[in-house]
């Protein structure tokens, strides 16, 4: 899984975060083992996490420094007497990827190989959102990367094309949900918390993709939508917050992370891949 996004979107803090919870919360709670494939990766998350959680530090903006590396974890599940087993790789991207210019190889080369892809957005690129904050360079632009990556993923045939669409899962995703839940009608579904269970519910991801999809004409960013539409055959729509509350400066907000919905994207995608079963449904 690749995970893209314009510089300072959060993609590094989602992994922190939605590595730590699936670690030490939603392992135990959908019956699951995340094991680290290898000592490298096991280095590697301790870098994301140190910071956030021991540190009370928000990430460095350099994080991942030189060549991103991918996390390669083994997942397990228990579902009656079977186990299900997958590789998860997760690959946090260096900004320069999508800063514009032409692909590099590497790039293209992970692009190609991912098997998923979570493309975060930024809710301060979005018109009516969030104000957008002074100073935030143009290259930094979440419908530009949107652009970018659907292009590049075209470029590098990932996945089995679909009538010329892009064939592999992509989850697109509104991350630093808190910026926005203020505004948000109080009976919205981005609100609610995931009912506890070892399940993937069908019925809040659908309330949820129809609320963002609401959402971005309203912020008149229904063109990413319409993009999405064209280009993916199997795309969805999330919203999440890592952190739950905006840090202050470098300091990580009192208290560390407090996520809302972090772990979305994955719980769609270990259900495509069929790690997961829809809540109430068992094999
Ligand atoms: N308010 C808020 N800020 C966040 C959240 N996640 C990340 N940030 C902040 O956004 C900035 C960029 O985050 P980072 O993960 O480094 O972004 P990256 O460049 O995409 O890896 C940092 O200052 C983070 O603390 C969130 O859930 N809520
Ligand atoms: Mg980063």
């Not at 494939?37 to 280095?43: G, H, K, V």
């Not at 083994?74 to 210019?101: H, I, N, P, Y």
């Not at 999809?213 to 993009?227: K, M, T």
């Not at 064209?230 to 999330?238: G, I, P, S």
Request: charged content about 25%.
């Amino acid at each position: 899984m690749v995970l893209a996004g314009p510089a300072g979107s959060g993609r590094s803090t989602f992994t922190a975060v939605a590595l730590h919870e699936l670690r030490h919360r939603l392992g135990a709670e959908l019956g699951m083992a995340l094991l680290p494939c290898d000592d490298r990766t096991a280095t590697d998350v301790r870098r994301y996490e140190q910071p956030l959680y021991e540190d009370a530090h928000v990430l460095p903006p350099a994080l991942p420094s030189g060549s991103p590396r991918p996390l390669v974890h083994r997942m397990s599940r228990r579902a009656g007497r079977r186990e299900r087993a997958l590789t998860f790789v997760l690959l946090d991207t260096a900004q320069r990827w999508f800063a514009g210019g032409e692909p590099a190889e590497g790039e293209l080369r992970s692009l190609a190989g991912a098997d998923a892809i979570v493309l975060l957005l930024d809710p301060q690129d979005l018109t009516g959102a969030v104000p957008r904050p002074v100073g935030r360079p143009p290259t930094a632009d979440s419908a530009q990367v949107v652009e970018r990556v659907l292009d590049r993923l075209r470029t590098a045939g990932a996945g089995a094309p679909d009538r010329g669409r892009i064939g592999i899962p992509v989850a697109v995703a509104v991350a630093k949900l808190d910026l926005v839940a203020p505004q948000l009608p109080p009976n919205s579904p981005l609100h609610r918390r995931r009912s506890p269970g070892p399940g993937f519910d069908a019925v809040d991801r659908s309330a949820v993709d129809a609320e963002l999809r609401a959402l971005l004409a309203l912020w008149q960013s229904d063109g990413i939508d319409r993009r999405l539409r064209e280009t993916c055959a199997d795309y969805q729509l999330f919203a999440f917050s890592a952190l739950g509350r905006s840090p202050r400066g470098d300091a990580a907000p009192p208290g560390g992370p407090r996520p809302h919905r972090v772990e979305d994207p994955l719980l769609w995608l270990l259900h495509r891949f069929g790690l997961l079963d829809r809540a109430g449904h068992r094999r």
